[in-house]
């Protein structure tokens, strides 16, 4: 099983600088794949608590290479609840990837671990007839403190 690796966060995180300075990324420190991922940009400044400042991936099988490199930008760039991450904001960043393998359905809707599973929801949207989905990585669901085990 392949899993995310500090050498792929940085390799994302040379892509931004990369892409500022005009200049190519160094080249990767790991082994190609082909795999769903993710990358996440947070934001700390004044030792405050770090916050999301861009996450956008997909759910679809990529090469890991050229996929950290397409979402590291997108995720900065272009990820529609945010302004793009600016040149000036590289130093207050921290860059986290996600690689998402062993999907399974879940039997009910705490058939799910937090910590350990991820979530991807998808609905029929009842106001528009619309199908509507959302990806909630693992570490998500742990960050925010939900707790499977209450009453909803």
């Not at 991936?57 to 945010?82: C, H, N």
Request: charged share 25%; glycine share 6%.
């Amino acid at each position: 099983m392949v899993v995310a690796t500090e050498e792929m966060a940085v390799y994302c995180f040379d892509t931004l600088v990369a892409h500022y300075s005009g200049e190519q990324p160094p080249p990767p420190a790991f082994e190609e794949g082909v795999h769903p991922l993710f990358v996440t940009w947070k934001k700390a400044t004044n030792g405050s608590e770090p916050r999301l400042r861009g996450c956008i991936g997909t759910l679809e099988p990529r090469q890991i290479v050229s996929g950290f490199k397409d979402y590291a930008l997108t995720s900065a760039l272009r990820d529609r609840r945010f302004s793009p991450i600016q040149s000036k904001e590289l130093p207050y960043l921290e860059c986290t990837v996600s690689i998402l393998t062993e999907y399974e359905t879940a039997l009910n809707h705490l058939d799910w671990e937090v910590g350990k599973h991820g979530l991807i929801i998808e609905f029929t949207d009842p106001d528009y007839n619309v199908r509507r989905s959302g990806t909630y990585l693992p570490e998500v669901a742990a960050h925010e403190g939900m707790d499977t085990t209450r009453d909803h």
